[in-house]
């Protein structure tokens, strides 16, 4: 076996922190702590692509950063994951979950990512 394949084998695969937020129901969102350059910018673009509704525009850039962000969703001590998955429970979400989800995911942003306008 030659040095490359070796030095192969032991690389670690590279993750990002994970950020762990709980609800007064004690509901549980686990986010990631790092975009690609090529997210960011996607985000912007949806962000601001809709003119003639604000709102239209707002509720797909969230529902991007969800996508992208979420690792871990705990509802009601039932554990979601995979980004199919959690899409799926972020569209049947309560009110009270998606007004949970969208301050965490401004809080979030603020701290992590400070040059994108939070949704």
């Known amino acids: 076996m030659g040095k490359r394949s070796r030095a192969r084998g032991r690389a ?3 993750t990002a ?3 762990e937020y709980t609800s007064p129901a004690g509901d549980v969102l686990v986010l990631r702590g790092s975009l690609t ?5 996607q985000y912007g673009d949806v962000l601001h692509g809709n ?4 709102e239209d525009a707002w509720q797909r850039a969230a529902e991007l950063l969800f996508e ?19 899409l799926m429970r972020y569209r049947v979400a ?12 401004r809080e979030h ?6 040059e994108l306008e939070a949704p």
């Not at 350059?37 to 910018?41: D, E, G, I, L, S």
């Not at 979950?97 to 301050?103: K, L």
Request: glycine residues 2%; aromatic residues 6%.
């Open 12 to 14: 670690e695969k590279l």
């Open 17 to 19: 922190p994970e950020s």
């Open 37 to 41: 350059a090529k997210t960011r910018r």
């Open 51 to 54: 003119v003639l509704s604000q």
């Open 68 to 86: 992208r962000l979420v690792v871990r969703w705990v509802v009601s001590e039932v554990p979601t994951e995979g980004q199919r998955e959690l």
């Open 94 to 105: 309560t009110p009270q979950e998606r007004r949970f989800v969208r301050d965490t995911l």
């Open 109 to 114: 942003v603020a701290e992590h990512f400070p």
